[in-house]
């Protein structure tokens, strides 16, 4: 019972719960749960088992972003406070990968994890509810009630989120609710009870902020999900067919999902509609990789190119509010066609060894955030960067093949 062997590994296993508390902890201090996994991830560095391939291929995005930090044509504080934004991208593979490759997690470790995770998740949604039930100054615009919890939840006091990062918390909320059931042998009529009020609780919240991509890339993920549980063909017709239901269902019924199949949000820019923004968005983006696709314009001209482009577009008022809104062209512009080619790298290697390892929960994770990075720039807020190298860092830790889950270390 030495506090070596002992004490070190409950404080180690908290610092990694501490970040299943993500979608609840206060927005100014996201980036505690990084500081303290990296203070006590120390105490298990051994020099011998340094993963070093792994650990290049995981940060390598931040290399180049600091490679393009110094020949960016503007070093100010965009570039500066992008850079230590994206520090998490760098930091948490030291983590995983020179400090603690050793390490093999319990399974009853995800287990916690995942239950901490939705219970922080319904907990945020709660405060989001309340905030919008006691708020009696926000305009009911056009009538849609939709549009007043999107307003309001960015200005929840400590944890507001854009709709974007908050729908993100709830979809692998989700994603975890369905993993968490089908994993439990013991399948009791509460634990059934608590499941179906899980999933609908956290869907009402999707289609109240309802955020178009995030929505699509979920359903999408839950398909492929299944997909990879199940044989039949009949079944695998029968989950088909319930994901075009739901999604026609959402086109068809909801005001914002409907914009997507209405004509005249495309016609022309309208600040009403965010898919005729992105228009405008990705044809001034490409438009700037064109001119510059080897190199890039460097991690803080990547905005100041954009408004140019805004300007020359006589599209004013999106100036200095709008970035590329998609993950790909916002790091072919930061670092040219080189760190698309990294990036591209570092996810095929991720999904490789998630199937290496018969990951599936990886790898549906990962798929949801590659559909979402076509139109979110998710690694430009910690609310989005965090959250996306650490589940990929740490459901790594899990090879699902073992007969059984020995460990090098106990932890």
């Known amino acids: ?92 593979p030291v983590i995983f990968y020179i400090l603690i490759p050793s390490v093999k997690f319990q399974k009853k470790l995800l287990n916690n994890f995942i239950r901490v995770f939705i219970f922080s998740s319904i907990v945020f949604m709660l405060i989001v509810f309340l905030y919008i039930i006691l708020d009696r100054d926000t305009i009911y615009y056009s009538s849609w009630f939709a549009n007043k919890a999107r307003t309001l939840i960015v200005e929840v006091p400590y944890i507001g989120q854009h709709p974007i990062y908050a729908s993100i918390f709830s979809s692998i909320s989700l994603i975890f609710i369905i993993k968490l059931f089908r994993d439990n ?87 009403n509609y965010s898919n005729s923004l992105r228009l405008q968005i990705y044809k001034c983006g490409l438009q700037l990789i064109k001119n510059n696709y080897v190199f890039g314009y460097g991690i803080g001209n990547t905005q100041y190119k954009l408004n140019e482009c805004y300007s020359e577009s006589n599209q004013y008022k999106m100036i200095n509010i709008y970035n590329s809104h998609n993950q790909y062209i916002d790091i072919v512009l930061k670092t040219g066609i080189i760190g698309l080619i990294v ?31 076509f139109t979110e720039n998710i690694l430009l807020r910690q609310s989005g960067v965090i959250m996306f190298v650490f589940l990929l860092a740490f459901l790594n830790k899990f090879n699902f093949k073992e007969a059984s889950n020995k460990l090098i270390e106990e932890v």
């Open 1 to 92: 019972m030495k506090f070596s062997s002992i004490n070190k590994s409950k404080i180690f296993n908290w610092s990694i719960l501490l970040f299943s508390l993500f979608p609840i902890l206060p927005n100014k201090i996201k980036g505690l749960p990084v500081i303290l996994l990296l203070i006590t991830s120390l105490f298990f560095f051994k020099r011998k088992n340094i993963m070093w391939w792994r650990f290049f291929l995981n940060s390598s995005l931040y290399f180049l972003f600091l490679f393009s930090f110094f020949i960016t044509e503007n070093i100010g504080l965009e570039a500066k406070f992008r850079l230590e934004t994206t520090l998490s991208i760098l930091v948490i």
């Open 185 to 271: 042998k013991n399948k009791s009529l509460l634990k059934g009870i608590l499941t179906t009020l899980g999933i609908l609780s956290q869907s009402l919240f999707l289609i109240l902020i309802i955020s178009k991509a995030v929505v699509i890339s979920l359903l999408v993920s839950l398909v492929f999900y299944f997909f990879t549980l199940i044989k039949s063909k009949r079944q695998k017709f029968f989950i088909i067919a319930i994901f075009l239901i739901l999604l026609s269902s959402l086109l068809i019924f909801n005001r914002r999902m409907n914009e997507l199949i209405r004509i005249e949000t495309y016609s022309q820019v309208n600040l």
């Open 343 to 373: 990036f591209l790298a570092f996810l095929s290697e991720n999904i490789y060894y998630a199937k290496r390892t018969n990951n599936r929960l990886l790898l549906t994770i990962i798929l949801f955030y590659c559909i979402n990075f």
